[in-house]
């Protein structure tokens, strides 16, 4: 089918993947030109605009519209994303530099990379060596996670809807190790600050992309990043053969080379999502203190329910 035999609404499906990634690019490199001083300012300044622009395209073209209404763990959403995320992902990121990051300090050069680095490299070329890289980390912490670190990762597939608000929905721990494995791996690459720093910023992009609750059909770039159409795959629980499929963060590549991608040709994931068979308790700080609990311990706590609840119903706030 042409272009030209699409309704409107189609071209915006088909679009709407490449201008995210060109927008969030656009909106990193015209920070950075306006704030060249201020690196880190840049970064969560155009990472909150994605936050926004992603909040505005799942309110504008809604991939299953219940997901729209918050329901019974909205709040700890918000919690996990602005307390449990930033906390273990800063730890994270601070232990995997003072583990590896010694290791290059004394060689980096004045740009700040080390020898081994390509810094000749055009930046863009810079940026896609380090993020491969960066993912490889996040592949195989994914993966671990899946295997014995389900403890530490079960709260994530609690999710009964998705959103990019919840993709940080998780604990603590979860997110220390995603950090550790990821910024290890770039602390040793060698690369320059500049490189990390925007490398950083795509991967909290696409991050929010690959959970949005947004009605897209991204063709190809379902190959290459995580996309929505792809991510939801490692979530359904009506669908065995997806299970343990798709477990790259953002880039898909890792998971081409060791044979865990997985998306059907003419068919789309369902929003039946959820994993109902891990306990876990409904209260913020009860998530936190689960994976410590021993077997016996487990029970006579308010736990999250297999079907969504709405917002502030009485079996959220027990």
Same mark, same amino acid.
């Given at each position: 089918m042409t272009?030209?035999?699409?309704?409107? =609404?189609? *071209?915006?499906?088909?679009? *709407?993947?490449?201008? =995210? !990634? *060109?927008?969030?690019?656009s909106l990193y490199i015209a920070l950075h030109r306006e704030f060249t001083e201020h690196p880190v300012l840049v970064y969560y300044a155009a990472t909150l605009g994605m936050m926004a622009f992603t909040g505005l395209l799942e309110w504008v073209m809604p991939f299953h519209k219940p997901w729209q209404s918050p329901d019974d763990q909205f709040i700890n959403e918000i919690g996990s994303t602005f307390i449990s995320a930033f906390l273990g992902h800063n730890v994270g990121k601070a232990v995997a530099f003072a583990l590896f990051g010694w290791f290059v300090v004394y060689w980096r050069g004045v740009d700040g990379s080390a020898p081994w680095w390509p810094s000749s490299l055009p930046f863009?070329?810079? *940026?896609?060596? /380090?993020?491969?890289?960066?993912?490889?980390? !996040? =592949?195989?912490?994914?993966?671990?996670? #899946?295997?014995?670190?389900?403890?530490?990762? /079960?709260? #994530?597939?609690?999710? @009964? @809807?998705? /959103?990019?608000?919840? /993709?940080? =929905?998780?604990?603590p721990i979860g997110f220390f190790t995603t950090s550790l494995f990821s910024y290890g791996m770039l602390a040793l690459s060698g690369a320059s600050a500049e490189v990390l720093l925007f490398n950083s910023f795509l991967s909290a992009a696409i991050n929010f992309l690959s959970h949005a609750n947004v009605d897209m059909k991204a063709g190809f770039i379902n190959y290459i990043v995580s996309a929505p159409e792809v991510h939801r795959w490692h979530h359904v629980k009506d669908t065995p053969e997806a299970y343990d499929k798709n477990f790259g963060t953002q880039l898909m590549v890792w998971d081409h080379v060791f044979g865990t991608f997985y998306l059907p040709k003419g068919k789309a994931a369902s929003h039946l999502i959820g994993d109902d068979e891990t306990y876990m308790p409904a209260g913020f700080w009860a998530q936190w203190l689960e994976p410590f609990r021993a077997a016996k311990e487990k029970g006579g706590q308010v736990t999250i329910p297999e079907q969504r609840m709405p917002f502030r119903s009485k079996r959220a706030t027990d």
């Open positions: 272009i030209s035999k699409l309704s409107g =609404y189609e *071209v915006a499906r088909r679009l *709407v993947g490449p201008f =995210y !990634l *060109v927008f969030g690019i863009a070329v810079q *940026v896609c060596l /380090s993020f491969v890289i960066w993912e490889f980390g !996040l =592949y195989w912490n994914h993966r671990w996670m #899946h295997a014995g670190g389900w403890r530490f990762h /079960s709260l #994530h597939h609690k999710l @009964r @809807r998705l /959103s990019w608000l919840n /993709s940080g =929905y998780g604990h």
